[in-house]
Nanobody, 117 residues
Framework: QVQLVESGGGLVQSGGSLRLSCAASFTGSGSSIYRMAWYRQAPGKQRELVAHIISGSEPKYADSVKGRFTISRDNAKNTVTLQMNNLKPEDTAVYYC?????????WGQGTQVTVSS
């Protein structure tokens, strides 16, 4: 079992920055996490992938956030962060941390990001 806890959301003005963090903790035995990602869901919209990172591979980003967001992972600490710069009102959403092992997918509880114009 993997538990994910996000932090760092909040209210920011357009053009500002926020940094989201997600810490993974393990209970019992099981596979290690090979992929971590951030998704977001705006009101009335489907959840969408923002960025993901697999150990040993280059991070991948949604076109809407390329050049503005950076995902990074610390394998030793089992954390993943999302640095969000030049935020826009359309980035407003609940952001979810996601972790994938060989057999399961885990989600955090979500953290609200609100960007005012």
């Amino acid at each position: 079992q993997v538990q994910l806890v996000e932090s760092g959301g909040g209210l920011v003005q357009s053009g500002g920055s926020l940094r989201l963090s997600c810490a993974a903790s393990f209970t019992g035995s099981g596979s290690s996490i090979y992929r971590m990602a951030w998704y977001r869901q705006a009101p009335g919209k489907q959840r969408e992938l923002v960025a993901h990172i697999i150990s040993g591979s280059e991070p991948k980003y949604a076109d809407s956030v390329k050049g503005r967001f950076t995902i990074s992972r610390d394998n030793a600490k089992n954390t993943v962060t999302l640095q969000m710069n030049n935020l826009k009102p359309e980035d407003t959403a609940v952001y979810y941390c996601n972790a994938r092992t060989s057999g399961y997918v885990y989600w955090g509880q979500g953290t609200q990001v609100t960007v005012s114009s």
